[in-house]
């Protein structure tokens, strides 16, 4: 079992940055890597970016690349997503997640654990 906590998110000016921590325990860092989602009110829950354990590499959707970096530190069992020149249209409730099954990194039914995410508000 994987437990994941994130935190640092809250309410933000466009333009603004966050920066979002995704903290491991139990089996810490099982799987090939960690992801990050995000849900808006109304939508379904989308990716945003992943990056794998040993080698660091990393992808990102899109709409986040360029503004958008996600990271991970091993000795602290914590991955973090470093948001900036943020849109209202990251609004979201941010999500990180363990990917332990096989298939592509931007699918949600690949991963198995989940944290209870954190809310990130881009607003004036």
């Known amino acids: 079992q994987v437990q994941l906590v994130e935190s640092g998110g809250g309410l933000v000016q466009p333009g603004g940055s966050l920066r979002l921590s995704c903290a491991a325990s139990g089996r810490t860092f099982s799987g090939s890597g960690l992801g990050w989602f995000r849900q808006a009110p109304g939508k379904e829950r989308e990716f945003v970016a992943f990056i794998i354990w040993g080698a660091g590499t990393t992808y990102y959707a899109n709409s986040v690349k360029d503004r958008f970096t996600i990271s991970r530190d091993n000795a602290k069992n914590t991955a973090y997503l470093q948001m900036r020149s943020l849109k209202p249209e990251d609004t979201a409730v941010y999500y990180c997640?363990?990917?332990?099954?096989?298939?592509?990194?931007?699918?949600?039914?690949?991963?198995?654990?989940w944290g209870q995410g954190t809310q990130v508000t881009v607003s004036s």
């Open positions: 997640a363990v990917k332990s099954r096989v298939g592509a990194v931007t699918t949600i039914n690949v991963y198995d654990y």
